[in-house]
RNA sequence: GCGAUCGUAGCUCAGUUGGUUAGAGCGCCGGUUUGUGGUACCGGAGGUCGCGGGUUCAAACCCCGUCGAUCGCCCCA
């Protein structure tokens, strides 16, 4: 067949990935890690499907958020009903929890991690198909909960090794204290509104709270005289604030608060947090501007907007493309015995040898293509501990530095044992 | 959705004011040498210069469009 009647290679959807190699083992490092962290604070495995009917999303985030107005990845399925592709976790887990009557285990914490989706313009640990860690306790009103999802994610982080980070706190109050915070908000930044940049002119009709975390300098020399939420908490919100806090203080968890720290999505109520590199560390030098490697709050309006009773809940996510960033290289694991096979007659003792130690716990690997003079040299690239050596006579010999016990255990249990 | 920079071999990159048959290193394949923990040398395969159009006697190079990547804005994890 002639190359130009060959049909063209399909590219990869923009803003996907194909992770490989050492990016890959950082990938997996991150959800290992939270895997075994989630265990130790018993929260429950939970698998969740990666399409929802698209008004899940729509009532809980809130249509005029830019994730709903303008990002979702939504479809006619072949029965006409409006599917969306996941953009995020808890929605869609409370709309589970909803519909299998898990109220009957709540409080529940449950831990989930996978690809969402969002239409957006790809940059530095942004994609159009990402993948989050999650972490939610369902049916808890308590502080103690808010408290107990934060140890959660700062043990977390310090097990992946990741320094330079710091837990920024907020409270946005229970729903009155934020809708009298948001209505001073508006009649400040209305006031000024024309000395505003464009961006924030319009986030005053759509989402105000979003000026306090606005980079624009026009933006920035009004925010140190703002109303702060703190003048409008109720005796309640400004209680269960404190409460998280202190508890926060005796669990260890390092914080700072952060009065302009708000949350894009409607559905957040009292604590919002977010964990963020420090200015000049190594961490914000790798994440460039998509700078939230793990956020959240509490989300007590949420239930209620997917048709269900009053549930108080409160949770997090985390970006895994943003967390492997930061967790440094991990090398694929250390190839500890190399079957060197030097002449094609020896392929079926190699083959025997080779189940030997795999079966035995050893990482291993077959070097038999090639020209037969050349296998040495591109064994030895490999970077293995032993290469064991092959031909038709067998196994005969095993060099390299180290401990051997380990090999010569495996492959003495093989039906041919090493001649020496 | 807006802005900037950039697309040359599998990878990292050269390629002069536009000028013969587009190069190097690494990697891959083979040979010679070496002869058992990263030898040296020789040779080979591999590119419609992202794609499409335009200008020109002549385009990897200039212009337009498009797709993609990267970095910001926005948004968010």
């Known amino acids: 067949?002639?190359?130009?009647?060959?049909?063209?290679?399909?590219?990869?959807?923009?803003?996907?990935?194909d992770i490989f190699g050492p990016d890959a083992e950082a990938f997996a490092f991150v959800v290992e890690t939270f895997e075994r962290v989630r265990k130790l604070y018993r929260f429950r495995r939970i698998e969740m499907p990666v399409f929802e009917k698209t008004e899940v999303f729509a009532r809980s985030l809130g249509e005029?958020?830019?994730?709903?107005?303008?990002?979702?990845?939504?479809?006619?399925?072949?029965?006409?009903e409006s599917l969306t592709l996941r953009p995020e976790f808890t929605a869609g887990i409370a709309r589970a929890y909803l519909t299998n009557g898990w109220q009957q285990h709540a409080p529940l914490k449950v831990g989930t991690h996978g690809p969402l989706f969002r239409y957006e313009r790809p940059q530095k640990g942004r994609y159009r198909q990402f993948h989050q860690l999650d972490a939610e306790i369902i049916g808890a009103a308590e502080p103690q909960a808010d408290v107990e999802l934060l140890a959660m994610a700062d043990q977390l982080l310090k097990e992946l090794g990741i320094e330079g980070v710091t837990l920024h706190l907020n409270t946005l109050g229970d729903g009155d204290s934020r809708e009298a915070w948001r209505a001073a908000l508006i009649d400040y930044f209305s006031a000024v509104k024309d000395e505003l940049s464009e961006d924030s002119q319009e986030r005053l009709e759509k989402n105000p709270l979003r000026i306090l975390d606005?980079?624009?300098?026009?933006?920035?020399?009004?925010?140190?005289?703002?109303?702060?939420i703190d003048a409008f908490l109720s005796d309640d919100a400004r209680a269960f604030f404190e409460a998280v806090t202190s508890g926060l203080d005796a669990a260890g968890v390092q914080w700072v608060r952060a009065e302009n720290l708000v949350r894009g999505l409607d559905y957040y109520r009292h604590t919002a947090f977010e964990f963020i590199p420090d200015q000049g560390s190594a961490a914000a030098e790798a994440l460039g501007s998509q700078s939230t490697i793990l956020g959240g709050g509490r989300y007590d309006g949420l239930m209620e907007s997917l048709g269900g009773p009053a549930t108080p809940a409160v949770g997090w996510a985390a970006g895994i493309e943003r967390l492997a960033m930061l967790v440094g290289d991990r090398s694929e694991p250390r190839l500890e015995a190399m079957v060197l096979v030097e002449n094609d007659a020896g392929m079926s003792a190699a083959f025997q040898l080779l189940a030997q130690l795999r079966a035995g716990g050893i990482v291993a690997d077959i070097m038999a293509t090639g020209s037969p003079k050349k296998r040495y040299d591109k064994a030895v690239k490999q970077q293995p501990q032993h290469i064991l050596r092959v031909d038709e006579r067998g196994y005969h010999g095993i060099s390299g530095e180290g401990d051997t016990s380990r090999i010569v255990k495996a492959v003495n249990a093989a039906p041919t044992s090493p001649r020496t």
């Open 64 to 80: 005029t958020t830019d994730v709903v107005s303008k990002e979702m990845y939504s479809f006619d399925d072949r029965g006409g």
């Open 214 to 228: 606005s980079k624009d300098r026009r933006d920035q020399r009004f925010l140190a005289d703002a109303p702060k």
């Open 1 to 17: 067949m002639s190359k130009n009647s060959q049909p063209k290679t399909p590219q990869a959807i923009r803003g996907t990935q």
